[in-house]
Structures are given as structure tokens and as C-alpha cells.
């Protein structure tokens, strides 16, 4: 079982004919692994030393010397050949089993089916994901813009069906904004389309974490969009405080956007109560706490917050952190949050938000729980000078 996704178990009882059989399997596997480096020091490109590549590929991905043998075929074939080479290669592929030559459109067009069928097998190969970005930046480079748009916005639809199958797929939300960043440049944009996809994204990942708040790599992707999208929407600092902790219609901004983006603060308080032992969630919020912290506010969603409203949100936090500990008190998480926003608020102000007694009790509590990391707490309890 891997993020919920069933794997089966396909090893087989060990007997003398499995043996054999799995003997004969690596004969013909390192009789192919030869053949292909022979073609490989003979610079034989052909369709079929690329099809003898293919073979290897499939029964083994990870090995990434072949696919640095693939694309060099690959870009012997991008590129015009000369007249010398046009005769030999001519006469290789007459002696190969397809031969016939293929357009560079529909070379990559190949190669992109031939990885998503490696990567149904293989989702978190990271040479299949290379490569495959590898051939849209290939593609870039050799062919019209509109052939290549159409090549990106046919992999946004592709991995957006990936990441509904696994939807905690980081290699597929890495991938998905490289595409994003690729459809956003100005040589592939298309005058029908907004420059900007960051709405579009951001409400992307409101869905996923709809459908599961256990998803660290939507939560990731959405601190970064949210900057982007406050800047786009020109919002000010009082609509800043309000995608916080009220949310913002975009409307109110003068902005066509007419969708309604509620408080984050709002939004990570339901994921805590409907599962406070989800580590991804307590990274998240962790991430807003920044927002309070003089340190990091620069970078945060509210970076003008007074000192004032600064202690009242860390208060107002602490206080819905503490109301959790009455139904879950055997969660560290909540205990080194709290202890966290205290010594925020402490750096702050110069006070404590409650009773030195009270964090003593927190820190031992994170002991108790976290027999792991005693000392860690134990050194923390006397930095703060816990009792």
C-alpha cells in the first residue's frame, strides 16, 4: 500500500522452474544490454537501435545510461543530416524493421506514448519523468509554437489524470509547474488565453485539498501560488489580513475573478480538527504562523502586520490550539505548536501569552510522547526556562 493506492505482490513461490526461468531472463537481458551498447559504439541511430532501447527501457527504467543513449538517437534524428549521412542512414533503415523515417513532430509524439505507458508502471521513476520533459524541450526547440503549445497543454490534461489517480505524487506536482511555467512564457502564449494561469492553479489545488487534506505537495504548491496571486489581484494590506482570516472576494478588488477565496487560516484549522496527527497539515500552518513573525513576514501573506495585531492573531491561536488539547491531548502536534507560538510571542512582546507553569506542562507532555526526542525537549524546556 502506497498513498492509499493498493501494490501486488506478484513474487512468485520459489521453485527450480522459476529459477530457471528467471536465469534465462537475465541471459536475455544482458544479451539485449550488449546489443544496445554495441549499436551505441558502432553511432548507430536507426529506428532500430531506438527500438532495441525501448525494450531495455521497459524491463528495466532506472537505468539511465540507455536513456542518454535513447535521446542521443533521438537528437541525431532532430537534426539535418548531412548529404553523406542522409545515404547511410537511408540505407540503415531500409535494413531496419520499420523502415521508413519519421517526422520530428512524430518522433516525439512516439516517444511521449511510449513514456506514459512507462510511466502507468513506474510513477515515481524520476529518469522516465526527465526524459519526458526532455521531449517537450526538444519539441520547443524544433517545432512551430502552435504544435508546441498544443504538446504542453496536452501534458497539463495528462498529469492533472495522473495526479487524480495518486494525488500525492510529488514527481506529478513538480511536473505540473514546470508545465504551468512553460505555458506562461511569452513565446508560447496564446492571445486567447489569460498570461497568467495562477487562478487557475490555486483553485486546482483547493480541489485536491478538498478531496484530501492529507496532501503536503497541494499545501506546498499553494503557499507559492498564494504571493502570486495577492500580487495579481493587487491587493492591499487590509484585503491581505482578509484572505488570512475572513477570505476576499475578488470582485471587491476591481478584478474580473469572480470566485471567493476563503480565509487560509479558516481552511488549516478544518484540516486540524478533522485530523491533527497529519503532519503535512502542521507543516502548513506552521507556514502561516510565519505571517506573526518579524523574522520571515517579508515573505509571508501579510508582511505590514503591526505589533499589535501581530500578539492578537498568536493569542487567538493559541487559544484554538489549547481548545483542540480537550478533545486530544495525546497529539505532540499540538503541544509543539503551542510551545512555538509562545516563545513567538514571548520574542515579541517580552511576556509570555500564559503561565510559565503552563508550558512546563507542554514541554513535558512532548516528552512523554516523544520518547525519541527526550533530549530535544528536555533542551528546549531549559532554553525557555520551563518549570
Known amino acids: 500500500m502506497s498513498h492509499g493506492i493498493p501494490r501486488i505482490n506478484e513474487v512468485e513461490p520459489r521453485t527450480e522452474q522459476v529459477r530457471l526461468r528467471e536465469l534465462k531472463k537475465i541471459q536475455e537481458y544482458k544479451g539485449l544490454v550488449d546489443l544496445v551498447e554495441a549499436k551505441n559504439q558502432e553511432r548507430n541511430y536507426t529506428l532500430e537501435a531506438l527500438q532495441l532501447t525501448s525494450r531495455l527501457l521497459t524491463l528495466n527504467p532506472e537505468y539511465y545510461t540507455i536513456w542518454n543513449h535513447r535521446r542521443r538517437i533521438l537528437q541525431h534524428r532532430f537534426s539535418p543530416p548531412s548529404p553523406h549521412e542522409v545515404n547511410l542512414q537511408k540505407?540503415?533503415?531500409?535494413?531496419?524493421?520499420?523502415?521508413?523515417?519519421?517526422?520530428?513532430?512524430?518522433?516525439?509524439?512516439?516517444?511521449?506514448n511510449f513514456v506514459f505507458s512507462l510511466l502507468r508502471k513506474f510513477p515515481k521513476c524520476y529518469w522516465i519523468w526527465n526524459h519526458r520533459l526532455w521531449l517537450l524541450q526538444q519539441a520547443s526547440t524544433h517545432l512551430p509554437v502552435p504544435e508546441v503549445r498544443k504538446l504542453w497543454e496536452a501534458e497539463l490534461l495528462l498529469v492533472g489524470k495522473m495526479l487524480s489517480l495518486d494525488n500525492r505524487n510529488f514527481h506529478g506536482w513538480g511536473y505540473r509547474r514546470t508545465i504551468i511555467e512553460a505555458l506562461e512564457r511569452r513565446e508560447l502564449r496564446d492571445d486567447s488565453v489569460r498570461a497568467s494561469m495562477v487562478k487557475d492553479e490555486f483553485d486546482y489545488t483547493t480541489r485536491m485539498i478538498r478531496t484530501s487534506m492529507s496532501n503536503f505537495s497541494a499545501w506546498h504548491n499553494r503557499s507559492r501560488l498564494i504571493p502570486r496571486l495577492l500580487d495579481e489581484l493587487a491587493a492591499g494590506d487590509d484585503d491581505r489580513r482578509k484572505m488570512l482570516d475572513e477570505g476576499i472576494s475578488a470582485s471587491n478588488l476591481h478584478s474580473n475573478w469572480e470566485l471567493i477565496y476563503h480565509a487560509e487560516l479558516t481552511l488549516?484549522?478544518?484540516?486540524?480538527?478533522?485530523?491533527?496527527?497529519?503532519?503535512?497539515?502542521?507543516?502548513?500552518?506552521?507556514?502561516?504562523?510565519?505571517?506573526?513573525?518579524?523574522?520571515?513576514?517579508?515573505?509571508?501573506?501579510?508582511?505590514?502586520?503591526?505589533?499589535?495585531?501581530?500578539?492578537?492573531?498568536?493569542?487567538?491561536?493559541?487559544?484554538?490550539?489549547?481548545e483542540m488539547l480537550e478533545d486530544d491531548d495525546d497529539c505532540k502536534w499540538i503541544y509543539q505548536a503551542l510551545i512555538q507560538l509562545a516563545m513567538l510571542y514571548k520574542s515579541t512582546s517580552g511576556s509570555w501569552p500564559v503561565l510559565p507553569e503552563t508550558i512546563g506542562t507542554w514541554v513535558a507532555s512532548l516528552q512523554a510522547l516523544d520518547p525519541l526526542r527526550h533530549g530535544r525537549w528536555m533542551d528546549l524546556g531549559r532554553r525557555i526556562g520551563a518549570k
Open 91 to 112: 540505407q540503415r533503415d531500409d535494413n531496419s524493421p520499420a523502415g521508413l523515417t519519421e517526422s520530428t513532430l512524430e518522433l516525439i509524439t512516439s516517444d511521449l
Open 268 to 322: 488549516i484549522q478544518e484540516g486540524l480538527y478533522t485530523d491533527s496527527r497529519d503532519q503535512s497539515l502542521w507543516f502548513y500552518h506552521q507556514s502561516l504562523m510565519c505571517s506573526f513573525d518579524p523574522t520571515f513576514a517579508s515573505c509571508s501573506i501579510v508582511p505590514n502586520l503591526s505589533e499589535y495585531d501581530r500578539l492578537a492573531y498568536i493569542k487567538s491561536e493559541t487559544d484554538k490550539l489549547v
